[in-house]
């Protein structure tokens, strides 16, 4: 039988559950309510910074003092999200940018710099 | 010779460091052993996948940069949160800013790219080809002279002492 | 388990079981292709959350194992996908 934590490790470890659970549920309610979908883009950052921190510093703190070791296995999944959520990210803008200029979206702003300009003569869209 | 047998010292350490969190609290002589053999063996092997060499300077201003970046992902974290539930008058409206970019150096671009996708709040969308500009999309738009000078002096100074 | 952290960890996972809801509504009816993979990367990052709330519950740090896994999938059908919609190929 494993004895029960002192309270001083359960209230930060519940607490921080609890708030990466909020966040979590903010991340989702943006992305089905925006209208926009730059906008939409936004929230879920929401669920791939702060929640996963606050469920890692959660876990971190439990399973150290349930061991009695510095037990940092969980830092892994925050490098690990740091390192992949901005290539998701900026591949998913640059393919929204890239559609909506072929598809001839006037709310896109213009490409910055003129060799990747889109045909503006009705030419065929470059797929 | 060292630096031979250590093209990059950093990554080096970095991926000793990986492989002893992937193992936890098991960490015998033998996990030591076997993440030392990684640390030496992946940039000797990668080293020419790699299209520039980093040069890093200052750890100072990079851990500074590093507390601030922290910062700011909880402070804009509250922001979106509170920008997403709102509703009517106070729904944000999101909008484009153009950057202009002093920093030239790819790497010191890499990270602020990084830097920029993890801050809920602002997305990296689109470099110029000859990098002198950046099309960031901003989730709160009020005033975009302000945003351009705080990504500017927040983020590209601090990289450009880093990195050039 | 106390009470305490054992409410807080149903408080937690039923947050993220609602978030992951709305965000299979927007998969579901998503206007755009960027829609839905953007809706696939939020639903495998709530996955990964809830096996590491797992992991507190059943205190077994097996969990993190699966964890990273669906992290590391996740993140590379959300990468290929994306990379699909922008050039028409996976690897050019």
Known sequence: MIPPLPLWIEIPVALLLALSGLFTLGAAIGVVRFRAFFQRMHPPALAFSFSAWCVTLASILYFSAQDGVLSLHAWLIIIFLSLTVPVTTLLLSRTELFRRRNAGDPDMPPPLSACVQPPDNGGPPQH | MMRRLFPAPLLSLALLALWLLLNNTALGPGQWLLGAFLGVLVPLLTHRLRPTPVRFRRPGVALRLFLQVGYDVIVWNWRVLRGTLAAGERMPRGGFVVVPLDMRDPNGLAVLAAIMCVIPGTIWSELAMDRSALLVHMFDLDNAEAEIALIKGRYERPLMEIFE | ?92
């Not at chain 3, 409410?7 to 299979?24: H, R």
């Open chain 3, 1 to 92: 388990m106390s009470p305490l952290l054992f409410s807080a960890i149903v408080f937690a996972i039923g947050c993220y079981i609602t978030a992951m809801a709305l965000a299979l509504l927007r998969l579901v009816r998503g206007p755009s292709a960027q829609d839905r993979v953007l809706a696939m990367d939020l639903i495998c990052t709530i996955a990964m959350l809830i096996l590491m709330v797992l992991a507190i519950r059943y205190r077994s740090a097996m969990y993190f194992e699966a964890a990273l896994l669906i992290s590391i999938f996740g993140f590379v059908s959300s990468a290929a996908m994306a990379k699909f919609l922008l050039r028409g190929e996976v690897i050019e």
